[in-house]
């Protein structure tokens, strides 16, 4: 028998938790979109329990929520033959379906309390793989609140025991600025003070992109397409660039972020050529599809005809959907595993974001964004600041060189302000975060007959701005660089296709000399 959770000294486990979550799991398969991306087999310390959680996983990938006896017994009899593990514990279909019977009524009769078994489970799992790393984890099972403490609480607090020993170990040398300073200069010869490419040039141009242990702020008002901005730029770091890249999020779900990210995917202008297709595709259009053969009628599933079968037929009868499908497994089979994500919406406290961004690190992440920049809870403006303060840290003080992209909001008043007059006054809840990030960058949109549009290198003004399209002027507010905060950079827009592109510098037309081309 496993241990009960009281006697965690030697070998932290809760057999009872185990087997009850696996109850609850089949009898709601559902409970695997809910856990299956942060509870993992080895969370499991009983080894039949582990290859029973497995199974199930498995059964979800085949055949999704609906539990089926008939499609068990098929999932079973392959288990059966291919996995030695599997057919060692459970050799005997009556004793695989008794065990199964067993964990169904465990699961049916006891109420699941704010999770209260899933945590006893991570819990236990948490403690056993400290105490694999060599950690002593007596303070944290003596600690008074030990009983009530989560897994994410518990690697917390060994997190601030560690960085409190780092930050009164570590000692700071005073460093001769003089002695190397010509090698230094010679260094930017071979290898330029440059980060990562963006597809904006103004970004590039000014703040030298993206750079490593830079964190970058991105401030607009709300519903003006922030989360869809950081998507355009993450897609170009992962497709061009080949940087792997973690969205952190505590708005967005996964779901309308992955549906931003396909409306991007197939009409970005940067990756045409790479996936050499030739298709634009509003968001809309993705979510609500409506595909028609060449003589005009619209192709619609057939009685009894399945979704693979249909789908089939959709790519042979409509060349754009075969288009679309083309762009979907280019992006799949080239960046898998490199556009990462993870909702953060129940727990955004800075103890969270620093467990993130070092999970992050470990997995091979050198792009770390978070989206959107707020205090946790009822914070108060100094725990916004604090949030920012600490994620500035992190990304300044990563060995490897991360680099950091967030969004924040900007005030309600900001609405009624110039573009060219925003500053760190329009940030809202804490203007002190400009402080903090190595580049700022604000935007909203302008009324098109107000402006003009320099688009050559002489400062010439050379025309007017179509009325009919959406510009959104991005105003440099910080720059490590100090270059370009008095200019207006236009992006013209397109929300409905993801579409975001440099068009040139805008100017005020009772403020520029009009000389028109």
């Given at each position: 028998?496993?241990?009960?959770?009281?006697?965690?000294?030697?070998?932290?486990?809760?057999?009872?938790?185990?087997?009850?979550?696996?109850?609850?799991?089949?009898?709601?398969?559902?409970?695997?979109?809910?856990?299956?991306?942060?509870?993992?087999?080895?969370?499991?310390?009983?080894?039949?329990?582990?290859?029973?959680?497995?199974?199930?996983?498995?059964?979800?990938?085949?055949?999704?929520?609906e539990?089926?006896?008939?499609?068990?017994?098929?999932?079973?009899?392959?288990?059966?033959?291919?996995?030695?593990?599997?057919?060692?514990?459970?050799?005997?279909?009556?004793?695989?379906?008794?065990?199964?019977?067993?964990?169904?009524?465990?699961?049916?009769?006891?109420?699941l309390?704010d999770?209260?078994?899933?945590?006893?489970?991570?819990?236990?799992?948490?403690?056993?793989?400290?105490?694999?790393?060599?950690?002593?984890?007596?303070?944290?099972?003596?600690?008074?609140?030990?009983?009530?403490?989560?897994?994410?609480?518990?690697?917390?607090?060994v997190?601030?025991?560690?960085?409190?020993?780092?930050?009164?170990?570590?000692?700071?040398?005073?460093?001769?600025?003089?002695?190397?300073?010509?090698?230094?200069?010679?260094?930017?010869?071979?290898k330029?003070?440059?980060?990562?490419?963006?597809?904006?040039?103004?970004?590039?141009?000014?703040?030298?992109?993206?750079?490593?242990?830079?964190?970058?702020?991105?401030?607009?008002?709300?519903?003006?397409g922030?989360?869809?901005?950081?998507?355009?730029?993450?897609?170009?770091?992962?497709?061009?660039?080949?940087?792997?890249?973690?969205?952190?999020?505590?708005?967005?779900?996964?779901?309308?972020?992955?549906?931003?990210?396909?409306?991007?995917?197939?009409?970005?202008?940067?990756?045409?050529?790479?996936?050499?297709?030739?298709?634009?595709?509003?968001?809309?259009?993705?979510?609500?599809?409506?595909?028609?053969?060449?003589?005009?009628?619209?192709?619609?599933?057939?009685?009894?005809?399945?979704n693979?079968?249909?789908?089939?037929?959709?790519?042979?009868?409509?060349?754009?959907?075969?288009?679309?499908?083309?762009?979907?497994?280019?992006?799949?089979?080239?960046?898998?595993?490199?556009?990462?994500?993870?909702?953060?919406?129940?727990?955004?406290?800075?103890?969270?974001?620093?467990?993130?961004?070092?999970?992050?690190?470990?997995?091979?992440?050198?792009?770390?964004?978070?989206?959107?920049?707020?205090?946790?809870?009822?914070?108060?403006?100094?725990?916004?600041?604090?949030?920012?303060?600490?994620?500035?840290?992190?990304?300044?003080?990563?060995?490897?060189?991360?680099?950091?992209?967030?969004?924040f909001?900007?005030?309600?008043?900001?609405?009624?302000?110039?573009?060219?007059?925003?500053?760190?006054?329009?940030?809202?809840?804490?203007?002190?975060?400009?402080?903090?990030?190595?580049?700022?960058?604000?935007?909203?949109?302008?009324?098109?007959s107000?402006?003009?549009?320099?688009?050559?290198?002489?400062?010439?003004?050379?025309?007017?701005?179509?009325?009919?399209?959406?510009?959104?002027?991005?105003?440099?507010?910080?720059?490590?660089?100090?270059?370009?905060?008095?200019?207006?950079?236009?992006?013209?827009?397109?929300?409905?296709?993801?579409?975001?592109?440099?068009?040139?510098?805008?100017?005020?037309?009772?403020?520029?000399e009009?000389?028109?081309?």
């Amino acid at each position: 028998m496993i241990n009960d959770e009281k006697d965690l000294s030697e070998t932290p486990s809760n057999t009872t938790a185990e087997l009850i979550l696996l109850g609850y799991i089949i009898n709601n398969m559902s409970l695997l979109e809910q856990y299956g991306s942060c509870l993992q087999k080895n969370d499991f310390h009983d080894k039949p329990n582990r290859i029973l959680y497995d199974f199930l996983c498995d059964y979800y990938r085949n055949f999704g929520t609906e539990y089926s006896q008939d499609k068990v017994n098929i999932l079973y009899l392959k288990w059966k033959s291919d996995n030695k593990e599997f057919s060692k514990h459970f050799s005997q279909a009556k004793v695989f379906w008794k065990n199964l019977k067993t964990l169904k009524k465990l699961g049916s009769t006891n109420a699941l309390v704010d999770n209260i078994h899933y945590q006893s489970v991570k819990k236990a799992s948490c403690l056993r793989r400290l105490k694999e790393a060599g950690i002593d984890t007596k303070f944290i099972e003596k600690s008074e609140n030990f009983p009530n403490m989560t897994s994410d609480e518990i690697m917390r607090l060994v997190s601030d025991n560690v960085d409190n020993i780092s930050q009164n170990c570590m000692l700071h040398p005073t460093i001769d600025l003089v002695s190397k300073i010509k090698d230094t200069a010679c260094s930017f010869i071979v290898k330029p003070d440059f980060g990562f490419q963006t597809p904006f040039t103004f970004i590039n141009d000014y703040i030298h992109g993206l750079c490593k242990n830079d964190l970058t702020m991105i401030g607009a008002n709300t519903n003006c397409g922030k989360s869809r901005l950081l998507v355009y730029i993450l897609t170009y770091l992962v497709c061009v660039e080949k940087q792997p890249v973690l969205l952190l999020s505590n708005e967005l779900t996964e779901e309308q972020f992955q549906k931003i990210l396909i409306c991007t995917v197939v009409n970005m202008p940067q990756l045409s050529e790479l996936h050499d297709q030739k298709i634009r595709m509003t968001q809309s259009e993705i979510t609500q599809p409506h595909y028609y053969s060449k003589d005009g009628m619209p192709i619609e599933i057939l009685p009894n005809e399945g979704n693979k079968e249909y789908i089939n037929r959709l790519k042979a009868e409509n060349n754009e959907f075969a288009a679309y499908l083309k762009i979907l497994e280019w992006f799949q089979d080239n960046y898998k595993n490199m556009f990462n994500f993870k909702n953060i919406s129940d727990d955004y406290s800075v103890e969270r974001l620093k467990m993130e961004i070092r999970a992050a690190k470990k997995h091979g992440c050198t792009v770390v964004v978070y989206d959107t920049l707020k205090g946790y809870g009822n914070a108060d403006w100094g725990e916004l600041q604090q949030t920012a303060t600490e994620l500035s840290e992190l990304i300044k003080s990563d060995p490897d060189g991360i680099t950091g992209l967030a969004t924040f909001q900007l005030t309600d008043d900001t609405l009624n302000k110039r573009p060219e007059d925003l500053n760190s006054t329009n940030i809202a809840n804490a203007k002190h975060i400009m402080h903090v990030t190595d580049n700022m960058l604000m935007f909203k949109t302008i009324n098109n007959s107000e402006f003009l549009l320099e688009v050559n290198s002489d400062n010439k003004v050379v025309g007017q701005i179509p009325a009919d399209v959406k510009i959104a002027a991005f105003k440099i507010v910080k720059n490590r660089n100090g270059a370009g905060k008095d200019a207006l950079f236009g992006v013209q827009t397109n929300l409905d296709y993801n579409v975001w592109n440099y068009i040139g510098i805008l100017h005020r037309k009772y403020e520029k000399e009009i000389k028109i081309s």
